[in-house]
């Protein structure tokens, strides 16, 4: 049998269970919860891998209505994300064409930096993200506890040569 009888034989399948923007809205209203969407940030310079994300959640008030909330920042810094809530009416047109998935969030995480903060989205859709990094407990380095920075280099910066 060629590929082109089984064309399933060529690419994996797997089930896109995300939502388009008015089924999120939907389903947050339903259920009392949030959906989300990720659209990555690419350099100038290279446009292969991205260097940042914009997040986009959609979640109940708690009075029956919705908001979006807008956060983005930069991978692998210590930069924490900006975080604004649009209002409905305010919300572009090209927010409306992506795509969101289902979950749910704590308040907490929206001061995370941003791939902790996809991660625990993620996480919390029951999607399964094999190729996504573990950031929340990836190990940390540090400096031995005896190891001191020389204050003579920052004293020696500081006088005129």
Known sequence: MSTEENPDSVQPSFEDTRLSFDEAVQYVLQHAAAAFAVHPVFEEEDDESPSGARVFVLAADGKGGWFLR????????????????????????????????????????????????????????????????????????????????????????????
């Open 70 to 161: 807008f956060l983005a920042g930069r991978f692998f810094s210590g930069a924490y994300a900006a975080d604004d809530v649009i209002a409905v009416a305010d919300i572009p047109e090209r927010v409306r064409e992506l795509r969101f998935l289902p979950t749910h969030f704590e308040e907490d995480w929206f001061s995370d930096q941003i791939q902790m903060l996809i991660g625990k989205l993620m996480s919390a859709s029951g999607s399964a993200a094999p190729h996504m990094p573990d950031y929340q407990n990836a190990p940390q380095k540090h400096a031995a506890g005896e190891v001191v920075f020389p204050v003579a280099f920052i004293n020696a910066a500081k006088k005129p040569h």
